[in-house]
DNA sequence: GACAACTGTTTGAACGATCCAATCCGACGA
DNA sequence: TCGTCGGATTGGATCGTTCAAACAGTTGTC
């Protein structure tokens, strides 16, 4: 009820019979403090329940131990929890360290450029964490120009030279690892549905497979893959003229959506087929696909290490700006092995 | 490059010829200004991009505009959007009213007190808006006690004296108007698969169906309906169970997950069924189900604008403290007309 | 013994907004 | 002409923190 006094520097303070500034110190800079004192200070600190007002500092500082994150609309057929368990990765590894994550809502990337500016001339942001990043951003350009700290959940494809932090997931990794399982299994006719070229993302998935069925000695030609969007429906169509040109015994497809594609378009042919998707959502649960799990948080984790790093919380040793997770093969019933006769067609 | 001078009340008023106060009033209070003045003062505001400093604003008057948001670790089997959906409406709803949110991470109703008592007292938070509210949820007596702001989505079940602003979508109309739909296709056998009772959301929704089937004079007791916790697997086998039981044209289930069960349960017995879920989400749309969308977008707006007019920020007239909003029905493939002959069990 | 160097602590000023009390100014009435 | 009134505007104090400089106390050096 009553409106209890706010515990403050002053106040403590009083309390351990120190200066403002001495508190100040104990928790900033304790090493300049001596030892008994310290211990006293921080023994008010705990009695009281002081805690700094994040305003003041901010003030002070020009520092608000808040970063940035753009929420985008969800797409209606989103079917992930990508995007929610990344957020909560970071928020999590955050308030860790002290620091807090603001949303901003944002329809484009101007429209989030605008949302920048207000957010560090109004709100002294100390740095932004983007996901969904493409070919040629220009928010990358607009932070980087400004010597804003970020991080992009995505690396640059197509700009080496790009100087900022990024995590990323490997997905040629994942892809290989799907083909390997598929190879062990005894499938020797592994085809790819991915998404048209041009995506960095899709390219680099399709990548893993060519490369493991080079190594291993398996066609891999123009025959052996197809394109589609993102969807299911488009999938099924795709994966129906992929099935018969080559009658694969299994498809290595670049997301869940088009892997159920490829499901639907073997169950409307007659054919056994083993099929692995890629993103372990809520789909792929639900049909007992095998996929591949991005490791969302830790991705969250390394992102928010790797922007504090840059805004200078700690200066760790010089570990790399950028860092390429493997994501995890998950086996379910959709990897089955091939037929005794690959050839057969058909119940 | 050059760190350019910020913009501070003080500029403006020194480019626009008068005080501090009056700039600060001008956007504060703009009728106590003369008209006059006031175009002169935001004429400078604006072509001197002045953005009022957050930090010295809320040291000064103790409000942060900004309300908290506490994250849950997300569920593996989760295939919703609808928590997703709900915090970019909330952002975006915020953000119109010069509001933002803040995110943090909490793993149940006890760490998440501890956090608000840090934002409180360190951040200056000036509200929260609550999800997945439950019976006794200690967090709204804790709020409530110390009068802090909030909302919550979802009404307090089993506590009508709560007096506590609120937003929940209208489950019992939600399967009101799916029972009703399956009767206008000719159904007259709608049987219904729940949660366990005690759930206040279940129950709701339960209860839209029962007391449809009672206006229409159609049966709707016990063995009419059976429960299952909320996933396709139990709900498959409990499924199977109504369907030998009363063979049922058509089913009402409570989830889109539950849903999914009954119809993998139809199939398995080779049975043509009418199946209607709940939620609206991704499973539903590959599925082809009819479904109910939830309105969470304007869940999200309604929850904000509640939320800030106990804040203070409008005080505009006095509205309801509570909104109930009606999901929409998503009519797709799985609300079939019945077998000419509803007795058939059909190859 | 005087001065310098160093350690640990304290004091005053500043960050940029709002609150409060005081002042200005033109109009109006006596 | 002067005092009064009320709305518009002004200047000073304040919120709680950190920065920069000053301060006292001890030790070391020639």
Known sequence: ????????????????????????????????????TLTRVLESIAELGYQPSRAARQLRTRRSQILGY?????????????????????????QQRGYRIMLFASGNDEEEILQ??????????????????????????WLAERDVPFVTFGRPWG???????????????????????????????IAYLGWPHGSGVGDDRRTGWSDVMAELGLPADGRWQETTENATEPARDAAATLLRRVSPGAVVCV???????????AEAQGRRLAVTGFDDSAVALLAGMTTLAQPVTES????????????????????????????????????????????????
């Open 1 to 36: 009820m009553s409106a209890r006094q706010r515990v403050t520097l002053e106040s403590v303070a009083a309390h351990a019979k120190v200066s403002r500034q001495t508190v100040s110190n104990a928790i900033n800079a304790p090493d300049v403090v001596k030892p008994e």
């Open 70 to 94: 753009s929420l985008r609309p969800v797409p209606a057929d989103a079917h992930g929890t990508i995007g929610d368990r990344f957020v909560h990765g970071l928020a999590r590894a955050a």
């Open 116 to 141: 920048y500016d207000e957010l560090l001339s109004g709100a002294d942001l100390d740095g932004f964490v983007l996901t969904n990043t493409h070919h040629g951003d220009p928010r990358i350009a």
């Open 159 to 189: 700009n080496a030279d790009a100087t900022h932090p990024w995590v990323d997931v490997d997905g040629a990794a994942g892809t290989a690892a799907a083909t390997r399982h598929l190879h062990e299994l005894g499938h020797t006719r």
């Open 255 to 265: 997301s869940d959506s088009v892997a159920l594609g490829v499901i639907r378009a």
């Open 300 to 347: 969250a984790q390394r992102a928010l290490a790797l922007v504090l790093r840059d805004i200078g919380v700690d200066t760790v040793g010089p570990a790399s700006r950028h860092e390429i997770l493997a994501p995890q093969l998950v086996v379910r019933d959709t990897s089955i092995p091939p037929d005794p006769l690959p050839r057969t067609v058909g119940s």
